[in-house]
């Protein structure tokens, strides 16, 4: 059984999940390949399955992102699948889940070559602190935080973002710098454990806690994230983070690359690397 996992050619910082992975599926039988979505070389055709992993680089052309994803779909089953990654690549996806009664961190959205102010955004929603950053992102790619003394220097940056790509704005959510903000981790249909993230801005390194046990209200709020993906996606990571009266608001839904941290937890590891195995054993029945 030929399983690829989705990475890109250079990975901008080591992936702790990819070894562990790879060696599961291995001593389960399988025989993963790694295949790098920035590769000119063409898609093997003899794949039972593609799982994406660490595409990490994708938002920097989504583009061409997106349309290899529908290669690799063309040639064997993809998971999570290309309609999902189409969907959440763009983080319009927030004001969706938020129409539909998910809270979300409160966020202002401007199209590319839009001409917005920072301060009428900070003064109509009586912001005095806040997040800028691109809606195609990750890796707090030009993600920056602007007070209205540096109001000058945040509209040059949401000036300059905007020429370029779609953004968003949103409050600074200071719980990120207390009890920090937390990434939900789901597999094939259950949250499996959570993990602490320390913020991080544009160029900062990340810092992650253990394995620590979600809530029953975490875990409630994950299940309503994916609630409508939970038997097509194999894995998600619900990131979410209190706003200062305590309820939890989603700060992103991951379902195209995130990390799930595995080493924290191998339960996690086990239940995706069983989940592959019976997702390409089905779609080689069905090939
Ligand atoms: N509204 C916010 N309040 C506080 N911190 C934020 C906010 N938005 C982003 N950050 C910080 O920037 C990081 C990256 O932003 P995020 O929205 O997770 O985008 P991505 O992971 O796609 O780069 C977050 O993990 C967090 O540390
Ligand atoms: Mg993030």
Redesign the pocket.
């Given at each position: 059984m030929r399983i690829a996992i989705g990475t890109c050619s250079t990975l901008p910082e080591p992936d702790p999940d990819q070894q562990l992975l790879l060696d599961a599926l291995r001593a389960a039988g399988a025989e993963p390949v790694l295949l790098a979505w920035d590769d000119e070389a063409p898609i093997p055709t003899d794949l039972d399955l593609c799982v994406l992993r660490s595409t990490w680089t994708y938002y920097l052309d989504p583009e061409r992102f997106l349309d290899w994803a529908e290669r690799v779909a063309s040639v064997t089953t993809l998971l999570n699948p290309v309609d999902v990654i189409n969907w959440n690549h763009h983080k319009n996806y927030l004001a969706e889940l938020e129409a539909n009664g998910l809270p979300i961190?409160p966020t202002a959205f401007f199209d590319r070559g839009e001409n917005a102010s920072l301060e009428s955004v900070m003064s109509d929603r009586s912001w005095l602190d806040v997040?800028i950053?691109p809606t195609v992102?990750?890796?707090?790619?030009l993600?920056k935080r602007f007070t209205p003394e540096t109001m000058a220097e945040g509209q040059q940056f949401l000036a300059d973002l905007l020429q370029d790509r779609d953004g968003m704005i949103?409050?600074?959510?200071t719980e990120?710098d207390h009890s920090g903000?937390r990434s939900l981790v789901w597999i094939d249909g259950e949250v499996t454990h959570s993990i602490r993230?320390s913020?991080?801005?544009a160029d900062a390194d990340e810092s992650v806690s253990e394995a620590l046990t979600p809530t029953p209200q975490e875990t409630e709020f994950a299940t309503r994230a994916m609630r409508g993906f939970e038997t097509r996606c194999l894995y998600a990571r619900i990131?979410v983070?209190r706003n200062d009266s305590g309820e939890l608001c989603l700060?992103?839904l991951e379902l195209i690359e995130p990390s799930l941290f595995l080493m924290q937890h191998p339960p996690a590891l086990h239940r995706l690397v069983n989940s592959m195995i019976r997702e390409a054993q089905s779609a080689r029945r069905s090939a």
């Open positions: 961190i997040i950053k992102s990750a890796s707090s790619f993600t949103q409050p600074y959510m990120v903000e993230k913020p991080r801005l990131d983070v700060s992103e």
